[in-house]
């Protein structure tokens, strides 16, 4: 787990896509970068998102006037990817076509197809790569924990085999409860994020919390690291990637 301190000086110094090669650079976990440039890039998106838009007639302007997609982007400091798809519909295509040019650029003129494939190279959020990107990472995360679960011999059901049965699924419901670190737990949940308070209580209102009114107490991993010391709702208890060295214990007889 992560001292605030340390995190904080990692998440300020990530604003822009060239920041995270400069980190990955100077030896930080890709990993993790990646992941808090991610977390930090769609949290203003949700701030900002209405109030980028309402200017993409001046953004339309002065990408016609010379100005490049990836320069316009820098300028508002908002997602390559979304900067264009903006423009691209101001300028008069659907949201449809633009995916499309995203996909395949060679089909535009020359330099809009190459300032494509910048925009792209440079969106670590929002573009093709960088969604699959974030899936393969939640199939990593999940992995880890089936593996940590069945190299124990702990039996579980995943969040597809009881799909339907309940209003919210984790990832293992464990057949039988468990013990760990003294604390009996009925569910395990897996998060290929970093665990910071803002993803941990919108975590725990959307997910955890209701998880502890149908099946009791649980742990949530955030595989890619978390704080320390942050306040755990009743019935959720944090962990990170070092609970690969931890064993869940059978429940005391009573």
């Given at each position: ?30 990993r ?5 440039y ?63 040019y ?36 939640g ?43 003294g ?72």
């Amino acid at each position: 787990m992560m001292e605030y301190d340390e995190y904080k000086a990692i998440y300020n110094r990530l604003n822009r896509p060239e920041d995270v090669r400069k980190m990955m650079d100077e030896g930080y976990d890709s990993r993790l970068v990646k992941t808090l440039y991610v977390q930090k890039t769609s949290r203003d998106v949700k701030k900002r998102f209405h109030v980028v838009k309402n200017h993409t007639r001046q953004m339309l302007k002065d990408w016609k006037s010379g100005h490049s997609l990836m320069e316009i982007s820098e300028k508002w400091k908002f997602p390559p990817i979304l900067t264009s798809m903006f423009i691209f519909q101001e300028d008069g295509a659907s949201k449809k076509e633009f995916w499309s040019y995203v996909r395949n650029p060679d089909f535009l003129n020359k330099r809009t197809a190459e300032e494509i494939k910048e925009v792209v190279a440079n969106d670590y959020v929002y573009s093709p790569d960088a969604n699959e990107d974030q899936r393969l990472r939640g199939i990593w995360g999940e992995d880890l924990l089936h593996k940590w679960l069945d190299g124990q011999g702990i039996t579980y059901r995943t969040e597809n085999d009881i799909r339907g049965e309940y209003q919210k699924t984790p990832d293992a419901l464990l057949d039988e409860p468990m013990m760990f670190n003294g604390h009996k737990i009925y569910w395990v949940e897996s998060k290929a994020s970093f665990g910071d308070n803002v993803e941990f209580r919108f975590n725990s209102r959307k997910q955890l919390i209701p998880y502890t009114e149908i099946f009791g107490p649980g742990i949530v991993i955030y595989w890619v690291g978390c704080l320390k010391d942050m306040e755990c709702p009743k019935g959720i208890f944090l962990e990170d990637y070092d609970i690969l060295e931890k064993n869940l214990k059978p429940c005391p007889k009573e």
